[in-house]
């Protein structure tokens, strides 16, 4: 482009009213927030997974392969050519779980999905259902831990417990947790509003910041919250105290109140004028972004 002609008005109005209006021009700008926007959900699904460990090495590769063309490494370039060319089939094994976990979340769209209000009601009443459970337990200090499942898939901690495939219920939840019953140790596992599992193993914090004090129920659920983004619900057979972890987040000592507050906030449906959309997350991130 000549920057002459950004002095040229004649050049500047065929370019406003043939160019900058034209069809081609929008849906140009379309494809870019398309883009974008996929580009958005696939940080944001894999956020806090083990996929982003591996986009960084992949993103090493990528990283080394342009250095070595610029300095003239031959040999080197070769060699991360062939590693690029071949890890497309590699990636779609390695992130298979993350895959199908894309294409499952698109299948939850609210296109075919149940409309918003049902989704609501179903979702306070599997609050009520927690509470109760919660609240028997903790008055009686009898220890329990279930793990909801949310974006990360949990099928290799789920293949360990014993499946159930039942909807979830306050009574349910209390029986399974009796002491001295065959499903009472291990975990509860909740996949898509129904009780996957019960008596799953969940993997340990290796954290020495964790106080003694809490037992390995509490460090197995601050361990599923490193490599997941699940929500975690403990209550200690000990204290009967009730703790929540999520994004590698551990909050003990929840009064009834605040867990319901945490349960309903990161399980609920937002309302109708909190509820944004992807573009408007994306643009909210961004935003964030620039001003720290």
């Given at each position: 482009?000549?920057?002459?002609?950004?002095?040229?008005?004649q050049?500047?109005?065929?370019?406003?009213?043939?160019?900058?209006?034209?069809?081609?021009?929008?849906?140009?700008?379309?494809?870019?927030?398309?883009?974008?926007?996929?580009?958005?959900?696939?940080?944001?699904?894999?956020?806090?997974?083990?996929?982003?460990?591996?986009?960084k090495?992949?993103?090493?590769?990528?990283?080394?392969?342009?250095?070595?063309?610029?300095?003239?490494?031959?040999?080197?370039t070769?060699?991360?050519?062939?590693?690029?060319?071949?890890?497309?089939?590699?990636?779609?094994?390695?992130?298979?779980?993350e895959?199908?976990?894309?294409?499952?979340?698109?299948?939850?769209?609210?296109?075919?999905?149940?409309?918003?209000?049902?989704?609501?009601?179903?979702?306070?009443?599997?609050?009520?259902?927690?509470?109760?459970?919660i609240?028997?337990?903790?008055?009686?200090?009898i220890?329990?831990?279930?793990?909801?499942?949310?974006?990360?898939?949990?099928?290799?901690?789920?293949?360990?417990?014993?499946?159930?495939?039942?909807?979830?219920?306050?009574?349910?939840?209390?029986?399974?947790?009796?002491?001295?019953?065959p499903?009472?140790?291990?975990?509860v596992?909740i996949?898509?509003?129904?009780?996957?599992?019960?008596?799953?193993?969940l993997?340990l914090?290796?954290?020495?910041?964790?106080?003694?004090?809490?037992?390995?129920?509490?460090?197995?659920?601050?361990?599923?919250?490193?490599?997941s983004?699940a929500?975690?619900?403990?209550?200690?057979?000990?204290?009967?105290?009730?703790?929540?972890?999520?994004?590698?987040e551990?909050?003990?000592?929840?009064?009834?109140?605040?867990?319901?507050?945490?349960?309903?906030?990161?399980?609920?449906?937002?309302?109708?004028?909190?509820?944004?959309n992807?573009?408007?997350?994306?643009i909210?991130?961004?935003?964030?972004?620039s001003?720290?």
């Amino acid at each position: 482009m000549n920057l002459s002609k950004l002095f040229d008005w004649q050049y500047l109005q065929q370019f406003i009213t043939h160019d900058f209006f034209s069809y081609h021009f929008f849906i140009n700008i379309l494809d870019i927030m398309v883009v974008w926007i996929l580009v958005y959900r696939l940080i944001i699904l894999v956020r806090g997974t083990k996929a982003v460990q591996l986009l960084k090495g992949v993103a090493f590769f990528f990283v080394l392969r342009t250095i070595s063309g610029l300095i003239g490494l031959n040999t080197l370039t070769w060699l991360m050519d062939q590693i690029i060319n071949y890890g497309v089939i590699a990636a779609i094994v390695i992130f298979q779980p993350e895959i199908r976990r894309g294409l499952e979340h698109l299948g939850r769209s609210p296109i075919f999905t149940m409309s918003r209000l049902d989704k609501r009601n179903q979702e306070e009443k599997l609050i009520k259902a927690y509470d109760k459970a919660i609240q028997y337990m903790s008055k009686r200090k009898i220890g329990a831990l279930v793990t909801i499942e949310r974006q990360t898939g949990l099928d290799e901690y789920i293949e360990t417990g014993i499946p159930l495939d039942a909807d979830i219920s306050g009574e349910l939840l209390i029986n399974i947790f009796i002491p001295n019953t065959p499903l009472h140790d291990g975990a509860v596992i909740i996949k898509d509003d129904k009780i996957a599992v019960a008596s799953a193993y969940l993997p340990l914090t290796e954290s020495t910041k964790v106080s003694k004090e809490f037992g390995t129920r509490h460090r197995a659920a601050i361990g599923i919250s490193e490599v997941s983004d699940a929500l975690t619900i403990v209550v200690s057979e000990e204290t009967g105290g009730v703790s929540i972890t999520l994004n590698n987040e551990f909050i003990p000592h929840l009064s009834q109140a605040e867990y319901i507050k945490i349960l309903t906030e990161e399980l609920g449906i937002p309302k109708e004028n909190e509820k944004k959309n992807t573009l408007q997350q994306f643009i909210d991130e961004v935003t964030r972004g620039s001003k720290k």
